[in-house]
Structures are given as C-alpha cells and as structure tokens.
C-alpha cells in the first residue's frame, strides 16, 4: 500500500494517509492513499487523473484521495454538496473495473449496502435511500456520486464520490433546505479509523461486484431500505410520474413500484428524478 499526504504538518484529529494505511485491512493493500488539506472536488481530480495515460501523471492503481475541506462538492445530476469546512468526510475512490460501463449501473446501490454496513460496525444505524442516499431517521446523512472515465489504455474507471456529515451547523441546515443527519460524535471520533473501514469494505464489495454483480448485494439492499411497503412518489423536475408502494429493488437495480391498480409492478430506472414519501 502506498500513502501520500500532501499536507505540511499533522496534528491530532487531522486524516492521515499512513494512519489510514495502517487500519485499513488486506484487502486495501494495493490502493494508493492520498490526503489533501483543501480541493474543489476529489471527484473531479480523480476523474481527470483518469483520462490521462498511466505514465504521464495517470492513475495504475485504485487510487483513494480525501480532502479535509472540499469547496466544490457535487452531487447527482450536477446537484452542489454543501457542507462546513472540516464538517464532513468527503473522499473519492477511484477504482479500475475489468467490465465494459453498462456492468456498472448498479454500482451505487453496491456502494450504499458497504457505507451502510460499515457503520453499523460502528454502532450507527442507517437506511438507504433509492438511489444513492444513505439516511439516518430519514435524516440524508451520506450521499454517493458515481462518475466514469475510460483512459487512454481502454481501462475503465469508476471514480467513487462519498460525502459523510460530521456535523450540520445550523446556517448549513438553512442552505440546504432541509434537515440533514450527523454522524454521531462516537462514530466520527477517530475518522482516520472510520475512512479505513470504509475504504477496506469497498475494496472487498468491489472485487464481489466486479466478479458477481449486483444480485449478491440486492437481498441486502432491501433489507436496508428506507421506505419499504411506504407509498412513494416519483418525481422528475417537480412533476409526479409514478405513485405507488415501494417494493424494493430487483436484480438489475431498478425500484420496484405497487401502483394502486396495476396487477404487475412498474420498474423504476435510476436517473435524474427524486423519490418522495407520498404525503397523506
């Protein structure tokens, strides 16, 4: 494993790559790990490390580069990710797939079991949310963002955008417009222990992804959702397009949907729509 901290000075509290290195499990041991002090986007500069050959500055392994502010956060459908500066923990993997991209369209519900799971190691109890929140009492606590490239070389890259909430100062929570979860301040304690966990569990969900797919996370998806058996509406750009009783996902990633009526469910495609619990 090789570590990279591009930071003058370490102070308690502040992430570590070495730190990060030391706890993150086999599994992670051929990741490369960055840690910067501030960046716009770590997404962003993953993604154009990507594109470019491996011998001018490209990527040639999984590559994990958190920032302890980032200015510029993005979220789905170009969506701007708010937060405070050292109020969240905001990382990117980025991570090589033997697969053409059509494979990866499931590959954020995979992300969302692993954030989920990983957290309940830490105590924290968390739901998910279609297709890519992570809740906490129906609370947005975590958001994925998923983004590709293929490299001059023809290797495909899936760069993986993981913002967590530490904490939601209240001028925040008045900018974003809705309430927002925090992480509980024993979870958030030692974050250099927390981004390892997570950054092992990805590392081992996505050699299970890339060899079995998304069936072997679906069942475990389901299990986590946060509306199931709720009537839910779906939404693009304010105008309903389906009402109906959220079933869970199927095997390709698509929500399932109980229409009033319909004897056969409706298979929901991922996209640039919200889901919302139906009021009343």
Not at 189 to 208: C, K, P, V
């Amino acid at each position: 494993m090789t570590v990279q901290t591009i930071a003058p000075t370490h102070t308690p509290g502040q992430l570590s790559a070495a730190r990060i290195a030391a706890f993150a499990g086999h599994y992670a041991e051929h990741c490369l790990i960055e840690v910067v002090a501030e960046t716009g986007s770590t997404n962003a500069d993953l993604l154009a490390r990507a594109v470019m050959a491996p011998g001018r500055g490209g990527l040639q392994a999984p590559t994990l580069l958190a920032a302890e502010t980032q200015t510029a956060g993005r979220g789905r459908a170009g969506r701007v990710w708010l937060t405070a500066p050292s109020a969240a923990l905001t990382f990117s993997l980025a991570w090589p797939f033997a697969a053409p991209l059509h494979a990866l369209v499931g590959l954020p519900l995979a992300v969302g079991v692993t954030i989920a799971e990983t957290l309940a190691d830490f105590g924290v109890d968390v739901q998910l949310k279609w297709p890519n929140d992570v809740l906490q009492s129906g609370r947005k606590l975590a958001g994925i963002l998923i983004e590709t490239a293929t490299a001059a070389d023809r290797q495909v890259w899936a760069v993986i955008g993981i913002g967590i909430n530490l904490s939601v100062p209240e001028e925040l929570q008045q900018q974003i417009g809705q309430r927002a979860a925090s992480l509980p301040t024993a979870a958030a304690q030692d974050r250099n222990l927390l981004l390892a966990s997570l950054l092992g569990a990805l590392a081992q969900n996505m050699r299970q992804f890339e060899s079995q797919g998304l069936p072997v996370f679906v069942e475990r998806w389901n299990r986590l959702h946060a509306f199931a058996g709720q009537q839910v509406s779906i939404l693009d750009q304010g105008k309903v397009l389906y009402e109906g009783r959220a079933l869970g996902i199927d095997q390709i990633g698509r929500l399932m949907l109980q229409a009033d009526g319909d004897a056969n469910p409706i298979a929901i495609m991922a996209g640039d729509i919200s889901l919302r619990v139906k009021e009343g």
